[in-house]
């Protein structure tokens, strides 16, 4: 039954008569049994104000019933369901989706400019596939990964929740559980999502929903890359036991040539070197936060390099950034050379382990040669009451190793010095 308009009927021609409504899953609901009314010309669309054909329906139990806002030309200029007027293949509103894309929106606001610019839309659909975008949308960029990571996969019923009753809010309301309203406090009207309306939404300018959305995407975790140009590792951390390298290789080899694929299987993670420092960034931007291998997610970062590890290891962190905590019960870090300059005996670490001296104690004489006379007593070696004790490890300079064989006290020294006396 057609509804009296308000606007002229000079250009009927153009009003627009649908079967079917261009709707989300969303809105459509949950239940595949739906009973749909349809009114032939119904009402204005709320951007083109041209008649068209007006669906309403009810998505499901205790669900508000819904209607068809906008016609179909204007739906599909933009590629939004008729209701929510949300975009339909990422669920999204017109002004993330348009900003991820770096799409500039060049729809007329005026009346007669709308009017032109909106037949000339609906000759360039009529004459294109169904199933691709038309305008600006047709010509964008491929999605972008802030794009992807906001979009919504799967439907929000939530969103089809009855109004709240106003008469529960001034405390009238006596209907009890059979109200068909929510009894809800509503929201505080200082709120930005209070405030919205259909025109912006669809022109995509102050959209308090997608304002909400862009704040949440740029507080979202990213990977700096590194201004070293030499690093061409990432960091593949949370493996666990049945990765492989050659998944790994056969998921990374797309970014670019492999150099090196390092598996660490105690600490389950993964360095891998490219060969080119283009191809670890193409990696490194399509994996993080994305790289799931046998159901898995992956983390993903980058390497670092030779002298940020030891600089990092001598502050007391770790390869991978974490603080080092000290093992209770190990000795004091030795001190600095300088100070075992001063403290250390003097001649006890200039012997020549090729001397005279250090071969009578360690190892016996070659047969057939007499052995050699013992050291005086003013050789550094000899004491006239025995051997002096080896100084303790904290008075050895770093760098000299002290071998058990070195030790006069060992291996029968101490009596070859006293037999030879």
Same mark, same amino acid.
């Given at each position: ?18 079967? *079917? ?9 949950e239940?595949?049994? %739906? ?29 508000? *019933? ?11 200029? &933009? ?21 991820s894309?770096?799409? &500039?929106?060049?729809?007329?606001? @005026? ?26 949308l ?31 809010v ?38 308090p ?19 070293? &140009?030499? %690093? ?11 990765? +492989? ?14 150099? +090196? ?31 799931? %291998? ?15 590890k030891?600089?990092? %290891? ?5 390869e991978m ?15 600095p ?16 382990? @090729? ?47 002290h ?19």
């Amino acid at each position: 039954m057609a509804t009296s308009l308000g606007s002229n009927t000079y250009n009927r021609q153009n009003w627009e008569d649908s079967d *079917f409504p261009i709707l989300c899953q969303t809105c459509l609901g949950e239940n595949p049994y %739906i009973r749909m009314t349809k009114e032939k010309y119904g009402k204005e669309c709320k951007i083109c104000a041209r008649p068209f054909t007006v669906f309403r329906w009810c998505p499901g139990v205790r669900m508000r *019933f819904k209607k068809t806002e906008v016609c179909q030309t204007c739906s599909k200029m &933009k590629n939004v369901c008729q209701t929510c007027l949300l975009d339909l293949e990422y669920g999204l509103p017109i002004q993330v989706r348009d900003t991820s894309l770096s799409i &500039k929106d060049d729809m007329p606001r @005026s009346d007669v400019n709308k009017e032109y610019y909106t037949q000339n839309m609906e000759r360039e659909i009529q004459n294109s596939d169904d199933t691709r975008p038309v305008g600006m949308l047709g010509k964008a960029q491929k999605p972008s990964d802030m794009l992807l990571k906001l979009a919504r996969t799967s439907p929000y019923y939530k969103r089809n929740r009855p109004h709240i009753c106003s008469f529960w809010v001034k405390g009238e309301c006596k209907r009890g559980e059979e109200c068909p309203y929510r009894h809800e406090k509503p929201t505080d009207p200082d709120d930005p999502l209070a405030d919205q309306n259909i025109k912006d939404r669809y022109y995509g300018i102050n959209d308090p929903v997608a304002n909400k959305l862009l704040n949440r995407a740029s507080a979202m975790p990213h990977l700096d890359v590194p201004e070293d &140009k030499s %690093i061409t590792t990432l960091y593949i951390g949370g493996l666990g036991e049945d990765i +492989t390298d050659s998944e790994l290789r056969s998921y990374f080899y797309q970014f670019g040539e492999i150099r +090196t694929i390092t598996l660490v299987q105690k600490q389950q993670c993964a360095f891998i070197q490219f060969a080119t420092r283009q191809g670890a960034e193409q990696a490194a931007e399509k994996s993080f936060n994305k790289l799931i %291998i046998n159901g898995r997610r992956l983390a993903v970062k980058w390497g670092r390099s030779q002298g940020a590890k030891g600089k990092d %290891i001598s502050d007391g962190f770790s390869e991978m950034g974490t603080r080092l905590d000290p093992v209770p019960g190990l000795p004091a870090p030795l001190p600095p050379p300088t100070a075992l300059e001063n403290e250390a005996p003097a001649n006890y670490f200039n012997l020549d382990p @090729s001397s005279s001296s250090v071969m009578n104690l360690s190892l016996p004489p070659p047969p057939g040669l007499p052995n050699p006379p013992p050291p005086g007593f003013g050789h550094p070696m000899f004491h006239p009451m025995g051997l002096p004790p080896p100084p303790p490890m904290s008075l050895r300079p770093p760098g000299l190793i002290h071998y058990p064989s070195q030790d006069p006290h060992r291996m029968g020294a101490h009596s070859a010095i006293r037999h030879s006396d």
